[in-house]
């Protein structure tokens, strides 16, 4: 099978000739199944659809784009015919070479060989070479993007991704652009605790100290207060210095015309002005700053009347550092102004330039009702009407995007920022087929569904139509994950560039992001960019879902290390350290992102300030956090590092060996009895913890508390880990079925516990046979060896669609 010709076709050095299946169980050959059409389904052409969707396809996907529903609907068609076969053949392809890569290890096994031997690492080798799996590598590449929006292509900072289902994640997500640096610290354990006043009120204080703080002002307390502006003082001090003084002895800050510019005046506490080192720091003002008359302002003056101004100053001061802005509030009158000396109440800092609003392994979008409100709110999100009603108080509020923030620059001048994040749009992978459409009798793939619905909605930002704006270069995002290898890529490369046709769009609008978290793809990364050199803006190494397919693709060849020593093995850092180096000699420096992974503790915020400006040091230009606060702190780390520097420096080392990339973490002493335990316990409470929220509640992004109850963020990734580790020690005999089963009833227990204040929980253990969700859970684990890939969402997906008809059927 081969592409249909088209005026934008794969080369044909990606496209692998056609292959017969061999005698091995085939995973993905049944995905696009033949299904029985329902007669209340919509017909359109030769479409047969869902009203959920025809609705929203109407009412919010094709207004004021200039296409009509029914042209929508025949562009699905086209792209289905042209293309599903191919698709088919790629996840066909997947099947084969797994199956040869477990013969491989199977009869090395049987021959005598350990596959941990150092011997081993050309054999297997040569092997891949043989079988098609490591392609050839064509030397070096160069990409081609353009129009590509500076968030993405110049200025390093955190990317928030957000489940596209819940309308207000996604608007705080969009608006973490601009987050209060002083509340991120007050709320998490940056700052140092304090104990509680004994009238319980919450103003804590030291107690070692002897003195007692002000009184509370509703349950503040004024002395974690005090820690969190003497945090800030120590950052300004750390990335915007004076040119005498320190911060802390500021006690009134302005902006003052010398000649034709502005610069920034500061009023130290002994009566001396001063200004930045950097004068080009400040980059702007807004509100009533400044002295009420000329006398004393000279900079350096010793003697000044400055410091008891007829007004109190209130306004907002704007600093621009390695490209991301901080903007000091000022107000003397504001109760935490007025403990500060400077009257600085807050400083605002320019966080998640971008965020990526994912129909992916965040969500739990199983059906038509549910893929539909996840489109309503991409739509709403390019149109700039989403809103989302909240509760404060007592009072109802509703959250909408952020304006644009509005300044006057160092001449004066009016100008204005950005006020949200750029949004990337991640859809399902290609293995994803959706019964919402069926065509010929079978289900279409859904990730062609996202796609048309992406750019169609994308149109209102790229027209102008909108409310506000999301790409001021007129582009398109769209992250892909879950791609295996160039000739995927080049799929999904076609598939964008027949969208651009469809909608009249100019060629690479729409960009790809290509996820790094398949095995394949990662040996043959540089290949891959090749293939979508011309639209690629964002690699990612997305090194959990990456876990999960390195212990699936070595699932035969003995025993992998535990979850908590994979970090250790000499893959995943010759996996991290080859990603940046490709991007950076693809020329992806100044055109594109570099990104890296999630931090998956959302409560232990010191703990992220301390560890993942490791990232920006390995040259990542972005990295992914999951909230708003966390990209509130992580910006710190793209002020402490100045990333391109840092890759300038990192492209003249070696590049990372491939020989390391393909090392299976495979054990080399095996674990005593209470370790295996351990890791037992651990992965059935994290499994559970997180499918009983999916299937049960539709929940596909959690906060899960492990044994020791902290709070660990959960997604089909980590999902993806501890299912495959359990399921290739069950294949290994470290434990048996039995011990699976009965480990699995007892942290059924720990699980209704830790979630019995919840209301909508409907408990496990008492009825572990009945429960749609504890029976999903095991069979992730028992059938993790056949699972395609190891991916959980069919699993998942076929347990919530019961669930939902369990409770339709109770109504």
């Known amino acids: 099978r081969r592409f249909v ?14 292959f017969t299946v061999p005698n091995h169980p085939s995973p993905y050959r049944d995905m696009s199944s033949a299904i029985a059409v329902p007669e209340w389904y919509a017909s359109v052409g030769a479409l047969s659809i869902h009203p ?32 599903r076969l191919e698709l088919e053949d790629c996840l066909g392809r997947r099947d084969v070479l797994q199956a040869e890569v ?94 509680v ?9 030291d107690l070692a100290s002897g003195s007692v703080p002000a009184p509370p002002v509703r349950g503040y307390s004024p002395l974690r207060g005090q820690s969190v502006i003497e945090f800030a003082k120590g950052l300004l001090d750390e990335i915007a210095p004076l ?17 034709q510019v502005q610069q920034l005046v500061l009023l130290l506490k002994s009566g001396v002005t001063t200004s930045l080192k950097m004068p080009a720091l400040f980059v702007g003002s807004v509100g009533s700053l400044g002295p009420p008359n000329a006398v004393g302002t000279a900079l350096g003056s010793a003697k000044s009347s400055l410091s008891s101004p007829a007004l109190p100053d209130k306004g907002r001061i704007f600093l621009k550092h390695n490209g991301l802005h901080l903007v000091l509030e000022i107000d003397h009158d504001d109760p935490i102004g007025k403990s500060s000396l400077s009257g600085i109440k807050d400083i605002t800092v320019e966080a998640a330039l971008t965020a990526i609003l994912d129909m992916e392994d965040s969500v739990a979008a199983v059906d038509a009702e549910d893929k539909a409100r996840v489109y309503s709110n991409i739509c709403g999100v390019f149109r700039g009407t989403l809103e989302a009603p909240f509760v404060k108080d007592g009072k109802t509020f509703v959250r909408t995007a952020q304006p644009d923030v509005w300044l006057r620059d160092q001449r004066g001048d009016a100008t204005t920022l950005p006020g949200r994040a750029v949004c990337l749009v991640r859809t399902v992978g290609h293995h994803m087929f959706t019964d919402m459409v069926v065509f010929d009798g079978r289900t279409v793939p859904e990730g062609f569904v996202d796609c048309l619905v992406t750019t169609a909605a994308a149109l209102q930002d790229l027209r102008g139509t909108g409310n506000v704006v999301n790409s001021r270069m007129g582009s398109v995002y769209i992250v892909k994950p879950k791609m295996h290898g160039p000739r995927e890529v080049a799929l999904t490369s076609v598939i964008f560039g027949r969208a651009e046709e469809f909608f009249g769009l100019r060629r690479n609008t729409v960009k790809m992001g290509i996820m790094d978290e398949e095995r394949r793809t990662s040996v043959n990364l540089r290949e891959c960019i090749r293939a979508a050199a011309a639209r690629v803006f964002f690699i990612n190494t997305g090194f959990l879902d990456r876990t999960g397919d390195e212990i699936h693709t070595c699932m035969l060849a003995g025993p992998v290390v535990r979850k908590q ?93 491939l020989d390391l990339i393909l090392t299976p973490p495979l054990l080399k002493v095996m674990p005593n009895r209470d370790d295996i335990e351990e890791e037992l316990r651990e992965s059935a409470q994290s499994i559970l913890g997180y499918v009983v929220r999916w299937v049960d509640l539709g929940i596909g992004c959690s906060k899960v508390p492990d044994l020791q109850n902290v709070g660990l963020m959960e997604d089909r990734a980590t999902l ?92």
């Open 720 to 811: 993806r880990i501890s299912s495959q580790l359990l399921a290739n020690w069950l294949h290994h005999g470290l434990v048996s079925e039995q011990e699976i089963r009965d480990t699995f009833k007892e942290m059924a227990k720990v699980v209704d516990q830790q979630n019995a204040r919840d209301k909508a929980y409907r408990p496990m253990s008492t009825n572990p046979d009945g429960s749609i969700a504890f029976q999903a859970a095991l069979r992730l684990v028992l059938n993790g060896k056949t699972a395609p890939n190891g991916y959980t969402e069919f699993t998942l997906h076929e347990a919530r669609r019961r669930a939902k008809a369990a409770v339709s059927a109770r109504l």
């Open 243 to 259: 040119a005498t003084g320190t911060w802390g002895e500021v006690t009134r800050l302005w902006p003052q015309f010398v000649g």
């Open 565 to 657: 020593d994979m970090r250790k093995e000499p893959w995943i850092r010759a996996y991290e350290d080859s990603n940046v180096d490709i991007g950076l000699h693809s020329g992806f420096a100044g055109k594109a992102q570099i990104g890296k992974g999630m931090w998956a503790r959302p409560d232990s915020m010191k703990a992220m300030l301390e560890a993942k400006i490791a990232e920006p040091m390995a040259g990542a230009s972005t990295a992914w956090v999951p909230s708003p606060a966390a990209a509130a702190l992580h910006s710190i780390h793209y002020h402490r590092v100045n990333v391109p520097e840092r890759q300038m420096q990192l492209a003249t080392r070696p590049s990372a060996p």
């Open 52 to 83: 959920a969707l025809v609705k929203v396809v109407k009412e919010e996907v094709c207004p004021g784009t200039g296409f009509s529903p029914a042209y929508f609907w025949s562009c699905l068609e086209r792209l289905t015919k042209e293309f």
């Open 102 to 195: 477990d013969d491989f290890y199977e009869s090395s096994r049987k021959a005598g060989h350990e596959c941990t031997a150092d011997a081993m690492r050309p054999l297997c080798k040569q092997f891949l070479k043989d079988i098609g799996y490591l392609e050839e590598d064509h030397g070096p590449v160069n990409i081609t993007t353009q129009n590509v929006d500076p968030e993405i292509a110049l200025i390093p900072a955190p990317q928030l991704v957000v489940p596209s289902d819940n309308a207000r994640y996604v608007l705080n997500a969009i608006n973490a652009r601009w987050c209060s640096l002083f509340d991120a610290l007050y709320a998490f354990d940056v700052v140092p605790s304090t104990a």
């Open 5 to 18: 010709r088209l005026p934008l076709r794969i080369s044909s050095k990606l496209v692998a000739k056609p």
């Open 197 to 205: 006043q004994a009238d319980g009120t919450g103003a804590g204080f």
